[in-house]
């Protein structure tokens, strides 16, 4: 399996292009992420999908647009790219796995899978 | 909402230290806990997770941590430090999102590096 890959590995725009980035996952996992990773302040989640046609907003999804047409693909779109958008950029996949607590109950939780990255800079 | 905290963005330590990333969380509801390594130039790849099961996890490459829910701590361990393990770490927590969807949130990062 080759897990999470993300094309192309790195990308130089200029301000107002546009550019999408490609996510693919063989682990036929419910749950995709896009996130950026800037200096100093870890990651930080741009959308995600948990299921093929749904998309949903994160903490800093303004400039970014994702689809999710099919279950192992998950695109991140820009459309008029900014330089406050030099960033690298992690795609992850997941699903749900059960955990038994102390106590005997079983609950769930999610474990992520990171793709290699994506080294976006905007001129 | 969830929230993580990692005390001291770079950390350096002898070769064959004790090595000690400190992580504090805030949550709502009973988190679960995750630490990640980062290589340069590489995604990042789960070091341990704590999902309820056990305070003291052990995880890949020696390293442990241990879940204080009084000190709402998830301190990242290992005993001797190895070159190998200059890298940076992030510790994240998890909770249900409304959509039903697990979205982790992540601390700031630690650069750990070792010194021969």
Same mark, same amino acid.
């Given at each position: 399996?080759?897990?999470?890959?993300?094309?192309?590995?790195?990308?130089? /725009?200029?301000? &107002?292009?546009?550019?999408?980035?490609?996510?693919?996952?063989?682990?036929?996992?419910?749950?995709?992420?896009?996130?950026?990773?800037?200096?100093?302040?870890?990651?930080?989640?741009?959308?995600?999908?948990?299921?093929?046609?749904?998309?949903?907003?994160?903490?800093?999804?303004?400039?970014?647009?994702?689809?999710?047409?099919?279950?192992?693909?998950?695109?991140?779109?820009?459309?008029?790219?900014?330089?406050?958008?030099?960033?690298?950029?992690?795609?992850?996949?997941?699903?749900?796995?059960?955990?038994? &607590?102390?106590?005997?109950? %079983?609950?769930?939780?999610?474990?992520?899978?990171?793709?290699?990255?994506?080294?976006?800079?905007?001129? | 909402?969830?929230?993580?905290?990692? %005390?001291?963005?770079?950390?350096?330590?002898?070769?064959?230290?004790?090595?000690?990333?400190?992580?504090?969380?805030?949550?709502?509801?009973?988190?679960? %806990?995750?630490?990640?390594?980062?290589?340069?130039?590489? &995604?990042?790849?789960?070091?341990?997770?704590?999902?309820?099961?056990?305070?003291?996890?052990?995880?890949?490459?020696?390293?442990?941590?241990?879940?204080?829910?009084?000190?709402?701590?998830?301190? /990242?361990?290992?005993?001797?430090?190895?070159?190998?393990?200059?890298?940076?770490?992030?510790?994240?927590?998890?909770?249900?999102?409304?959509?039903?969807?697990?979205? /982790?949130?992540?601390?700031?990062?630690?650069?750990?590096?070792?010194?021969?």
């Amino acid at each position: 399996n080759a897990g999470v890959t993300q094309t192309p590995k790195f990308r130089v /725009l200029k301000t &107002g292009q546009s550019m999408t980035l490609l996510c693919a996952q063989d682990m036929n996992h419910e749950y995709m992420y896009w996130y950026r990773q800037d200096p100093g302040m870890g990651l930080r989640l741009i959308h995600y999908s948990v299921g093929e046609g749904t998309t949903a907003k994160g903490e800093v999804p303004d400039g970014y647009n994702v689809s999710r047409l099919k279950k192992q693909n998950f695109l991140l779109g820009l459309e008029s790219a900014a330089p406050s958008q030099t960033s690298v950029y992690f795609c992850a996949s997941s699903y749900s796995r059960a955990a038994r &607590g102390l106590a005997g109950g %079983l609950s769930s939780y999610n474990e992520q899978f990171f793709g290699p990255g994506t080294r976006l800079t905007v001129l | 909402a969830q929230s993580v905290t990692q %005390l001291g963005s770079h950390v350096s330590v002898s070769e064959g230290a004790l090595v000690l990333l400190r992580c504090n969380y805030s949550s709502s509801v009973p988190p679960y %806990l995750f630490w990640y390594v980062q290589y340069p130039n590489q &995604g990042l790849q789960l070091l341990l997770k704590y999902t309820s099961a056990a305070t003291l996890v052990k995880g890949i490459n020696g390293f442990e941590a241990e879940f204080k829910k009084s000190e709402t701590s998830f301190h /990242l361990t290992k005993p001797s430090a190895h070159m190998r393990d200059a890298a940076e770490y992030f510790c994240a927590v998890t909770a249900r999102s409304g959509a039903g969807s697990y979205q /982790l949130t992540f601390g700031k990062g630690t650069k750990l590096s070792v010194i021969p």
